[in-house]
């Protein structure tokens, strides 16, 4: 009985993989020969490529057997073709988004939609940057307006510093310009913008023929030496203004009246003669001794000012009637004068006050100079224990002080019984002591009293220190306030700088303030509490805050207080 003819197979037909070494040979047949042998051919290509297609990539062939895997004898699998979906693949190529056109954009942004969003937000912007502007104008036109800085020189930024004797500054063995550049830096520790050097010029005691004001005086120094000095001092930013009182040696500074011509005509040449040099400035003493004093110091004021406005002239007198100073200022302008104005006092608080303020209102607008005399020492004029109250005064007061060597340290001028008063020795150590015997303390020393931040002189680097920076003490307003029956107060006030309060106890009693503003001008008040800067007494503890309402003062205390501006 024939065998049944296999059914037709829904799937791709797989033939299995046979070695090629088990049919290969030189006496091989294939299945079938004759007519067939062409269709098998090309059945068995198909099947064989299939075959290597299986080998090549079997990792690519899907593992399912439902999508095509047959099994053949012995249970094993086998992958099957790799059927490609292309109707699913369009579909996710026409899905992909690839943007607008050019075309499509331009259409879409001519839409009425988007054309009124556009200039919605242009509006909105313009209102928005007009607004800022409008809010940055406002707040510009009614923020207070600074006040325009006055002009102001050299002197008017610091303390001038007098040294007449150049051999007993420097102590006791030697004195002269070359030895005057050690001290240099020490001027510089003292933040003085200046100092007073001499007379130091050719004198024959009351010759006037030979007196010389353009020759220094050959136990000082040469020419050579004062260039040097002066370069020195141009490096450290220290002015140096020369005395040219012509008979500092004699019994009248200006000789005799009818010398006076021939005094003239000197001082003119000697002026031009030193600005050329470099100097800085000028001084002349006892002006109250020169006949027409007011028109000579125009005529000198003129020949400084026109070489330059930065240079200066002062003159001093011994005079402390207001009047008599008053009239060597009439001709002249940015002339400071020293007197001994302030020396006219009983040392009260009501009594220096009155001294100041008569002093201001007099003045007006000309820039003043605060001194107790044209040369001497504060020792000279001033008790030991308002020394510091002193220094203090000097140094917050609208103007320019002018100190003496010495001052510092309270320096005293002693004379020898049945000697006239003479210049006194700068105490630098215990070896500048008139003798040996060790009795003087070592706290009345530049060296001593430099390693005591209690000291006068630690005080009065502080004082100089702030005179110089803050604009408020610098060129600020000055009103008087009401105060206790022996205290001296005042503000100094600038723009919307900080301000400044000056509270001075003259008495020798511990006092309240007892400070009233209604004095002080319209938008100006004083503040519940101030800080404390420093206080002449060394006990206070300083950067604190103090009630005004409670402020008590020691005797002899004054205070340096600030508070900040309030709109």
């Known amino acids: 009985m024939d065998p049944e003819p296999p059914e037709p197979s829904s799937g791709v037909d797989s033939v299995p993989h046979q070695p090629p070494s088990a049919h290969s040979g030189p006496g091989a047949q294939g299945p079938s020969a004759g007519g067939n042998s062409g269709t098998m051919s090309q059945d068995t290509e198909v099947d064989m490529k299939e075959v290597e297609l299986n080998e090549v990539e079997p990792e690519k062939q899907p ?115 070359a030895g005057l550049k050690g001290h240099l830096d020490y001027l510089s520790t003292l933040k003085v913008k200046g100092f007073v050097l001499g007379p130091i010029h050719k004198n024959q005691k009351d010759d006037v023929a030979g007196t010389n004001l353009e020759q220094i005086d050959p136990t000082l120094g040469s020419k050579e030496d004062f260039d040097s000095l002066l370069q020195s001092a141009r490096k450290k930013s220290i002015r140096v203004i020369l005395d040219l009182t012509p008979n500092y040696r004699g019994q ?113 607008s000309r820039w003043c100079s605060w001194s107790l005399s044209q040369a001497g020492l504060l020792t000279s004029f001033v008790p030991a224990q308002l020394l510091r109250l002193y220094q203090l005064l000097l140094f917050t007061l609208p103007g320019t002080p002018v100190f003496s060597y010495g ?40 060296k001593g009293q430099s390693e005591d931040p209690g000291s006068l002189l630690s005080l009065f680097r502080r004082l100089s220190d702030q005179r110089g920076k803050e604009r408020s003490l610098l060129h600020g307003d000055f009103h008087t306030l009401e105060s206790g029956p022996d205290v001296f107060s005042y503000v100094r006030q600038w723009d919307q700088n900080e301000r400044f309060l000056v509270v001075l106890n003259f008495g020798d009693v511990s006092q309240p303030a007892r400070l009233g503003a209604s004095s002080l001008p319209a938008g100006t008040s004083l503040p519940a509490t101030v800080d404390l800067l420093l206080s002449t007494q060394p006990g206070r503890k300083e950067s604190t805050s103090l009630e005004l309402e409670h402020l008590t003062l020691e005797p002899h205390e004054g205070l340096l207080l600030h508070f900040p501006y309030v709109a």
């Open 252 to 364: 009248n500074p200006w000789f005799l009246p009818d010398e006076i011509g021939t005094v003239a005509t000197k001082m003119k040449d000697a002026l031009s003669f030193w600005l050329q040099v470099g100097v800085d400035g000028f001084q002349v003493r006892d002006v109250g001794n020169l006949t027409n004093a007011s028109l000579f110091l125009a005529e000198w004021q003129n020949i400084t000012k026109s070489f330059s406005e930065d240079r200066l002239l002062i003159a001093g007198t011994e005079s402390s009637d207001l009047q008599q100073i008053l009239s060597l200022l009439d001709s002249t302008k940015d002339l400071l004068v020293t007197s001994s104005y302030l020396s006219n006092s009983v040392f009260t608080g009501k009594h220096v006050e009155f001294l100041v303020t008569q002093y201001l209102n007099t003045m007006g």
């Open 407 to 446: 001052d510092e340290i309270g320096l005293e001028a002693a004379a020898l019984p049945g000697q006239p008063v003479t210049a006194p020795i700068m105490l630098w150590d215990e070896s500048s002591f008139p003798d040996t015997s060790g009795s003087e303390s070592s706290n009345v020393t530049v």
């Open 63 to 177: 593992m399912n057997a439902a999508s095509g895997a047959v099994v053949v004898a012995g249970g094993a699998e086998k992958n099957g073709l790799v059927k490609i979906k292309v109707a699913d693949d369009e579909a996710e190529a026409e899905a992909k988004f690839t943007g607008l056109s050019k075309e499509e954009l331009l259409k879409v942004a001519g839409s009425p939609g988007w054309v009124r969003t556009r200039w919605a937000l242009l509006v909105l912007f313009w209102l928005g940057w007009l607004g800022m502007l409008a809010g940055a104008v406002v707040i510009i036109v009614r923020a207070p307006r600074c006040r325009e800085l006055p002009v102001q020189s050299w002197w008017h930024k610091g303390a001038l510093y007098r040294i007449g004797d150049l051999q007993a500054f420097q102590g006791r063995d030697a004195g002269d310009l």
